[in-house]
């Protein structure tokens, strides 16, 4: 098997079908069961996952089918953790947008740790995978997010001082949490782990490097911190498993949270986080210019690098040629041996999702493949 990322690859959320959206709604106002509404995600996942393969796409996900947000879900299934709305007082936490001619205000999600940390017995996602790995023949991707989750959005002030009084210990037991969870898909047979990492990207964007200082942090050494505790995080994992990070600067109904280039990051991660990949924002101004591609290590041992200049958040197909004359673009600072392309993020963060149709989804994930087949001869 072929290790990821690919030529053509996919952050990996999907738009959520009508059918599952009323299903979530009936079992959050307990007018369906679990077993009801697990029965809708299976169904919906084999339609999903048959779809995928369609399009060329050699990494298959469940489109986050299973969750109501990329984050959430996952973080309150560990044991001590109770995601939160932030502070008012913290605008950059904050966003507001348009959706419909009805204006809505986002509260970016705090996860709290009121407790010690436990990893829950099953794990969190082993069913899911076996499910999905159970539906295709292609590579089977898991993703999740950042173990950096726990600590960007609260810092001290997020962690129970009673139950962690050393911080030192919060990081070791939050960076266990996550090993025992790759560690559990990968004897499950996953070859391919995905880390989805705002944090890194927000930390490119000046106002919310403001709010950093703010909880006492210090935004100049977090990307060495977090470098460290995904290091640990995905310590041991099997040779032939895939792990990349995703940077994300928000997604929600075609809008984001944070802007900024990479230079802030870019040398920090690259050099030091011991990933296969790197899922990198491209799609607009708010990505900031190629050049901090030129702190990647270059030869067979540096990771690859896929160029989100695909948007995921509309339904216009971009032009070949110039997807094409970005990739050269990039490639002045890097090999292009070392790139790959997809959308810049999920099509559907959330249960919301973006302001685009399933068929224009679709079509994007094929453009992706097509330009890939004919920049490097293969979506492979």
Not at 108 to 117: D, F, I, R, V
Not at 181 to 188: K, P, S, V
Not at 243 to 251: A, Y
Not at 261 to 286: K, M, P, Q, S, T
Request: charged share 30%.
């Amino acid at each position: 098997m072929v290790k990821g990322p690919f030529r053509a690859d996919h952050v990996g959320s999907l738009l959520r079908p009508p059918e599952l959206l009323e299903a979530r709604e009936q079992f959050n106002n307990g007018e369906m069961d679990a077993g009801a509404l697990r029965e809708v995600e299976d169904r919906l996942i084999r339609r999903a996952v048959k779809l995928e393969e369609e399009t060329g796409i050699l990494a298959v996900t469940d489109g986050d089918y299973r969750r109501e947000s990329w984050s959430n879900d996952f973080l309150d299934a560990i044991e001590g953790v109770k995601s939160a709305s932030p502070p008012a007082q913290r605008s950059g936490d904050h966003h507001t947008t348009e959706v419909g001619g009805v204006v809505k205000t986002f509260k970016l999600p705090a996860p709290a740790t009121h407790g010690k940390l436990g990893w829950p017995a099953g794990g969190i996602q082993r069913r899911s995978f076996n499910f999905l790995k159970g539906e295709t023949s292609r590579t089977p991707k898991v993703t999740m997010p950042s173990v950096s989750m726990l600590h960007f959005r609260g810092g001290r002030g997020g962690v129970s001082e009673e139950a962690y009084p050393d911080m030192e210990e919060f990081f070791a037991d939050a960076s266990g949490i996550w090993r025992a969870e790759i560690l559990d898909l990968a004897a499950q047979g996953c070859r391919y782990v995905q880390l989805d990492d705002t944090n890194l990207a927000y930390l490119c964007d000046e106002r919310l490097r403001e709010n950093v200082r703010e909880l006492g942090e210090d935004p100049e050494e977090l990307p060495h911190l977090y470098a460290r505790l995904i290091n640990d995080a995905i310590a041991g994992r099997p040779d032939d498993m895939a792990v990349t990070i995703h940077l994300c600067r928000g997604n929600s109904f075609s809008r984001g949270h944070a802007e900024g280039g990479y230079e802030h990051v870019a040398e920090a991660i690259f050099n030091e986080v011991e990933v296969d990949g790197f899922f990198l924002e491209y799609d607009d101004e708010r990505s900031g210019g190629f050049e901090p591609l030129r702190f990647v290590p270059k030869g067979s041992g540096g990771p690859k690098i896929v160029l989100g200049i695909v948007t995921s958040k509309f339904g216009d197909l971009e032009d070949r040629d110039g997807l094409k004359r970005r990739i050269d673009e990039a490639a002045r600072y890097m090999p292009p041996e070392q790139i790959c392309l997809s959308p810049q993020c999920g099509f559907a963060s959330h249960t919301g999702g973006n302001l685009l149709s399933e068929d224009q989804q679709w079509a994007k994930l094929r453009h992706c493949v097509e330009v890939a087949e004919e920049v490097w001869g293969a979506a492979i």
